[in-house]
Structures are given as structure tokens and as C-alpha cells.
């Protein structure tokens, strides 16, 4: 498993079964992760940022409480 790093490109989905989307790091400062959407090109800059954990993005496990889930995609 890769480590979380600007750049990448991973997907990301809300709860279990929803469709994947598309985010790129942003930045990385100890376990906060910057993310955008990809797949929100037009939409204003709040809309397509969002803050999340990387060690949530590296974990395996799905939670109740935190049923958002990571998969790595690119360098």
C-alpha cells in the first residue's frame, strides 16, 4: 500500500455501495489530507475541496461511523 502524498490520484466513496469518485492530495500535513474532487471541474473551489485522514485513506476497515472509503489509483 502506498503512502498518502501530493499528487496522487485516489478514489473515494461516501458510503458503502455508492459509486466511486475521483480526488487528487492536495497536501498532506501529519494525518490531514487535503483533497479535491476531480469530477467536479466547474463547481466553485469550496465545493471541490474537502478535508480527510491519512489514515483513514490507508486504512482497510469499514466503519459505522466513518463508512467513507479509499482506494489508491495513481502516482
Same mark, same amino acid.
Given at each position: 500500500?502506498?503512502?498518502?502524498? =501530493? &499528487?496522487?490520484?485516489?478514489e473515494?466513496?461516501?458510503?458503502? !455501495?455508492?459509486?466511486? @469518485?475521483?480526488?487528487?492530495?492536495?497536501?498532506?500535513?501529519?494525518?490531514?489530507?487535503?483533497?479535491?474532487?476531480?469530477?467536479l =471541474? &466547474?463547481?466553485?473551489?469550496?465545493?471541490?475541496?474537502?478535508? !480527510?485522514?491519512?489514515? @483513514?485513506?490507508?486504512?482497510?476497515?469499514?466503519?459505522?461511523?466513518?463508512?467513507?472509503?479509499?482506494?489508491?489509483?495513481?502516482?
Open positions: 500500500m502506498p503512502d498518502v502524498k =501530493p &499528487g496522487q490520484t485516489w473515494r466513496r461516501s458510503t458503502p !455501495g455508492a459509486p466511486w @469518485r475521483p480526488v487528487r492530495v492536495e497536501n498532506v500535513l501529519r494525518d490531514n489530507v487535503e483533497l479535491r474532487y476531480l469530477d =471541474p &466547474g463547481a466553485p473551489e469550496l465545493e471541490q475541496l474537502f478535508s !480527510g485522514s491519512r489514515a @483513514r485513506m490507508l486504512s482497510t476497515q469499514v466503519s459505522e461511523h466513518r463508512p467513507a472509503s479509499y482506494r489508491f489509483v495513481a502516482e
